[in-house]
């Protein structure tokens, strides 16, 4: 299985999901792939932002070997699932696909509600990340079904 999580710059939530996921998905001994993208470009090549960094470094999750990336519209070929983690994420995604089939493949990563962007509000990071690790483990019990 090939899971794809995406936010704006690929700094702060996609890569703290892509990053979890990946732990989990280690810890379960499931052979997944997991990635992450941005819908904006203003990042490509960086890595995650050094308080997403901390913050996962705090529970034994590395994410410093991530580079962030732009959502391409291949990437709907390329991966199974296509989580975004906010509202503008899933039009910019949508607004990509060229077929049913890609559309069907994209979702909100909290089916109910959006995950904030912690990169304005430096106080946002432990939140974000304890939602987002809730999250992944959540989308592991559903997807192995």
Not at 29 to 41: F, Q
Not at 128 to 140: A, D, G, P, S
Request: with cysteine.
């Amino acid at each position: 299985m090939k899971i794809l999580m995406v936010c704006l710059g690929n700094i702060c939530r996609s890569p703290l999901a892509h990053g979890i996921m990946q732990h989990l998905v280690e810890q379960e001994g499931l052979d997944w792939e997991i990635d992450s993208a941005g819908t904006g470009d203003w990042h490509v090549g960086q890595q995650p932002d050094r308080r997403s960094i901390a913050v996962a470094t705090k529970y034994g999750v590395d994410i410093t070997k991530q580079r962030a990336q732009c959502f391409q519209p291949d990437f709907f070929e390329r991966y199974d699932y296509i989580y975004v983690m906010d509202n503008n994420n899933f039009r910019d995604v949508m607004a990509l696909a060229r077929s049913e089939e890609d559309i069907a493949k994209v979702r909100m990563f909290l089916s109910q509600d959006i995950v904030p962007d912690p990169y304005l509000d430096e106080g946002q990071f432990e939140p974000v990340y304890q939602m987002i690790e809730k999250r992944c483990h959540e989308l592991i019990r559903e997807l192995r079904k």
